[in-house]
């Protein structure tokens, strides 16, 4: 079966100093995977997706960058974090058959002071 | 582009009292739709799904059913728990597309 896995859990980091979150999956191979931000009590905004190993697409221009350097392997990084980019972290791989259907990691909660 | 509607919350009900959270979607083609569920501090979890047309998904007693003609996905639950407390998300996937669009989640809060 499939898993998929997100570090750290929870992270406080003072705004300007850098961020690295990372997600991986087991189980499949050559996923198509996602990265979201969830802000309070908001709807989720796909920051970037990847169908392949240094494939990278970013949906909203912003502080962040992501890359890929393994198959099962997305980071999500930042060189000088904001206040804005404090949120709830969420990976995400993608199934197309039978349902189309995205699987998420538990999420990693960013607290940006 | 698609797009999915769903009704701001947040819900606030008794137990066991019964729960619609509607959904409506634009889209091109056959979506396949979705709801998902996050609860408290967690990530999202795909609660059920249907693929096609008048296709009904049910789980753990929520159910929705596709419907073409109002471009709708509406959930329901006879009876609510306390435990059903958590944020309701639409989505729907285009057919042959990889992207998931969501609606902007329903927060639910059961009263006991």
């Known amino acids: 079966s499939q898993t998929i896995h997100q570090w750290p859990a929870t992270l406080v980091q003072p705004v300007g100093s850098p961020l690295s979150l990372e997600c991986t999956v087991e189980?499949?191979?050559?996923?198509?995977l996602y990265w979201y931000r969830q802000a309070a009590g908001r709807g989720l905004q796909l920051l970037f997706y990847?169908?392949?190993?240094?494939?990278i697409s970013s949906e909203v221009p912003q502080n962040l960058s992501a890359s890929r350097p393994q198959d099962r392997q997305f980071i999500l990084s930042s060189k000088k974090l904001l206040l804005s980019d404090s949120g709830f972290y969420l990976c995400?791989?993608?199934?197309?058959?039978?349902?189309?259907?995205?699987?998420f990691g538990p999420g990693t909660r960013l607290t940006v002071l | 582009g698609n797009s999915v509607t769903q009704m701001e919350g947040p819900v606030t009900l008794s137990e066991e009292a019964f729960l619609t959270i509607n959904c409506t979607y634009t889209?091109?083609?056959?979506?396949?739709l979705f709801w998902y569920v996050q609860y408290p501090g967690e990530g999202l979890q795909l609660l059920l799904k249907?693929?096609?047309?008048?296709d009904k998904g049910s789980n753990k007693g929520f159910e929705a059913t596709y419907r073409k003609e109002t471009t709708s996905f509406h959930l329901e639950k006879g009876s609510v728990q306390v435990s059903d407390s958590a944020v309701y998300f639409c989505?729907?996937?285009?057919?042959?597309?990889?992207?998931?669009?969501f609606g902007a989640g329903t927060r639910l809060f059961v009263k006991a």
């Open positions: 889209a091109t083609g056959y979506p396949s």
């Open positions: 995400a791989w993608y199934r197309q058959t039978p349902m189309n259907e995205q699987f």
């Open positions: 189980g499949t191979s050559n996923p198509n």
């Open positions: 990847s169908v392949g190993i240094g494939q």
């Open positions: 249907a693929t096609k047309a008048d």
């Open positions: 989505a729907l996937s285009g057919a042959g597309g990889f992207k998931t669009i």
